[in-house]
């Protein structure tokens, strides 16, 4: 992994040191050499995993870049020659804070403390990719309904709670939880309407929800009888018989 670098600081000498120090960390890579917070912000640059930043600088200090940063701020560490800014640096969130001169030992422990701070961001932003996409499959789930009528009026059910759908003569009963509703429907129509991630095809007469499927128990010409988890069993035809070994890996 490749840590991006920005060194702000107004002194070149001070460009020079931080570059030496890097010596030894191959993985650092300073992308950018800024003189100033103007000059700064004005560079349509690939963003820094970390920014070395001096504070007493002309024009405006580096608390300044810290306000005007138009984003999320990156890992900031202070590198100055003012010990008495310490306190209001790390009240602004600083990674770290080191004086001039550079001394090497210091500046290899910092680099360390930058490292692991980028896996635990890294981690942490893994998990929260995971937990929106988590999120956004069960908003989906909650969200995704059907109308189904029927001779006693026109019904809402969550898709999710459907545990299979029988074809019976010219009807269609929808079984869900312990109840079981019967309409005039055709599989062909209500396909357009059902979720695919979920629903499949079976059987002549049956669609099934897959994550209503508790048990599979394989015939011996390629067929199978599902049990769904209102116990009730459903033929599943060995023309299906993809979806069957899908089914077994999950």
């Known amino acids: 992994m490749t840590i991006k670098c920005w060194i702000i600081d107004d002194e070149p000498a001070a460009h020079k040191g931080i570059i030496i120090a890097l010596e030894e960390h191959t993985d650092f890579e300073v992308i950018f050499h800024g003189y100033s917070v103007d000059k700064t912000l004005l560079e ?3 963003k820094p995993d970390v920014v070395f930043l001096d504070i007493e600088m002309p024009s405006k200090n580096g608390f300044e870049l810290l306000k005007l940063w138009p984003e999320s701020l990156p890992n900031i560490v202070f590198i100055t020659a003012y010990n008495q800014y310490a306190v209001t640096a790390f009240n602004n969130n600083a990674l770290d804070y080191l004086l001039k001169p550079i001394e090497q030992t210091r500046f290899d422990v910092m680099t360390n403390k ?7 961001q890294e981690v942490m932003l893994k998990r929260s990719s995971v937990e929106d996409f988590y ?3 069960k908003q989906r789930e909650s969200q995704l309904e059907l109308s189904v009528k029927t001779s006693d009026g026109l019904y809402r059910i969550k898709q999710k709670d459907i545990i299979y759908i029988e074809s019976v003569s010219s009807h269609l009963a929808f079984h869900y939880g312990d109840k079981t509703l019967l309409a005039r429907d055709a599989f062909k129509r209500l396909s357009l309407e059902l979720d695919p991630k979920f629903f499949f095809r079976t059987h002549k007469s049956y669609i ?3 994550t209503h499927v508790t048990k599979v128990e394989k015939g011996r010409f390629g067929d199978a009888i599902l049990e769904m988890s209102n116990r ?3 033929k599943m035809s060995r023309r299906y018989n993809e979806i069957l070994q899908q089914l077994e890996k999950n």
């Open 208 to 210: 099934a929800n897959s």
């Open 232 to 234: 009730h069993q459903i």
């Open 135 to 137: 999120n956004q499959i």
């Open 44 to 46: 349509p640059l690939i």
């Open 114 to 120: 930058v490292r692991q701070r980028i896996k635990e």
